[in-house]
């Protein structure tokens, strides 16, 4: 299974950027897909959409955050809005399995003036 994913660069505070992200299976085979993010730490939840469309949303991010996915290009996007400087991170696609998870390589998101 591989996860590629686009979109990342540098925005000013308040502007937008969209994820995208083509895994190489139909996402339907999997128990959920989303994204995640890492700053100098840990790595969190941003978003989630599982295979029956229930979607859930990490710290911080409800309400300028918005995921989605395209089930006939296998895709998963993530619209980011009124970003914030402490967005600033390498943001992940997930997919999983029951016990199994993969991931992409990441993309770089950095939010400043």
């Known amino acids: 299974v591989q996860l590629v994913e686009s979109g990342g660069g540098l925005v000013q505070p308040g502007g937008s950027l969209k994820l995208s992200c083509v895994v190489s299976?139909?996402?339907?085979?999997?128990?959920?897909v989303g994204w995640y993010r890492q700053a100098p730490g840990k790595r969190d939840l941003v978003a989630s959409i599982?295979?029956?469309?229930?979607?859930r949303y990490g710290d911080g991010v409800k309400g300028r955050f918005t995921i989605s996915r395209d089930n006939a290009k296998n895709t998963i996007s993530l619209q980011m809005n009124s970003l914030e400087p402490e967005d600033t991170a390498v943001y992940y696609c997930?997919?999983?399995?029951?016990?199994?998870?993969?991931w992409g390589q990441g993309t770089q998101v950095t939010v400043s003036s």
């Open positions: 997930r997919a999983n399995i029951l016990a199994r998870e993969y």
């Open positions: 599982n295979v029956g469309g229930t979607m």
């Open positions: 299976e139909n996402i339907f085979n999997f128990n959920s």
